[in-house]
C-alpha cells in the first residue's frame, strides 16, 4: 500500500467505524476514530437558538486537536486509516447553521484548516438514501447501538450534501465505492476487492462497484 494516511467517509450508518478497524487490522495500521462526545448535542437536537454553532465549533475543535496530535506524533510515517476527513465539517456547517453563523464558523475554520494534514487517499462510501435509512433502523434495534433514530428528511438532506461535496472534490485522490449491495463490514471477499481496487489508485477520482 502506498498510501500512508487514508480517510473514510460517507453519512451516519454507512458503516465508515466498523470498516476502518477491518482495514486496519488487514494493512496492519493504525486506526483513528472521531471522538463523538459533543456536550451541545442535546441542545441542538432540542432546537435551541445557538447551539447549532457551539455543537459545530465543538467538532470544528476537536477534530483539529486531534490531527495535530496525529501530526506531531509522527503517526503518518506509518499506515493509518481514519474514519472522517477534515474538510467534511463544511458539509454539516452549511447545512445547519444560518449566515451569520456561517460567518463566524468559515474565518475559524480557514484558520484552522491550514495545520491539518490532507489525506493521501479518502474513500467516499456513498449509498441511496432509501438503503442507508434502512441500515440505520436495522441496527438501531440492536441492544448496543448508539445511532439516534433516523429524521428521513434530514438523512436525504445530508446525504444529497455529501454526494454534492464529493462530486466536486478534487484535493486529493478519491474511491467512491458504492455500497448498495455489499457488505464490507463483514465480508473478507469485499474487502479484499477493495484493498486491490485502493492499490490501483493513482491521480484523481475513480468509481467502484465491490462485488458482492
Do not use: W
Not at 31 to 60: H, I, K, M
Amino acid at each position: 500500500m502506498t498510501f500512508r494516511y487514508i480517510a473514510l467517509e460517507g453519512p451516519i450508518g454507512v458503516g465508515k467505524t466498523s470498516l476502518v478497524n477491518r482495514l486496519a487490522t488487514r494493512l496492519d495500521a493504525t486506526a483513528v476514530l472521531e471522538e463523538t462526545d459533543n456536550p451541545f448535542l442535546a441542545d441542538f437536537y432540542g432546537g435551541r437558538p445557538g447551539s447549532a454553532l457551539q455543537a459545530q465549533l465543538f467538532y470544528l475543535l476537536n477534530r483539529h486537536r486531534q490531527q495535530l496530535t496525529l501530526r506531531q506524533a509522527d503517526l503518518f510515517s506509518q499506515i493509518t486509516v481514519c474514519d472522517y476527513l477534515f474538510d467534511k465539517d463544511k458539509i454539516f456547517a452549511y447545512l445547519n447553521l444560518d449566515d451569520n453563523e456561517l460567518f463566524i464558523y468559515q474565518r475559524l475554520y480557514d484558520l484552522l484548516a491550514k495545520d491539518v494534514p490532507a489525506p493521501d487517499l479518502v474513500i467516499y462510501l456513498q449509498v441511496p438514501t432509501d438503503v442507508l435509512l434502512q441500515r440505520i433502523r436495522e441496527r438501531s434495534k440492536h441492544p448496543t447501538s448508539e445511532l439516534p433514530d433516523p429524521d428521513t428528511a434530514y438523512l436525504r438532506e445530508l446525504n444529497e450534501a455529501y454526494q454534492h461535496f464529493f462530486f466536486h472534490y478534487t484535493s486529493t485522490p478519491l474511491l467512491v465505492v458504492e455500497t448498495s449491495h455489499v457488505d464490507l463490514q463483514t465480508s473478507d471477499r469485499a474487502l479484499d476487492d477493495l484493498i486491490r481496487q485502493m492499490s490501483t489508485m493513482t491521480r484523481g477520482t475513480q468509481y467502484y462497484v465491490p462485488r458482492s
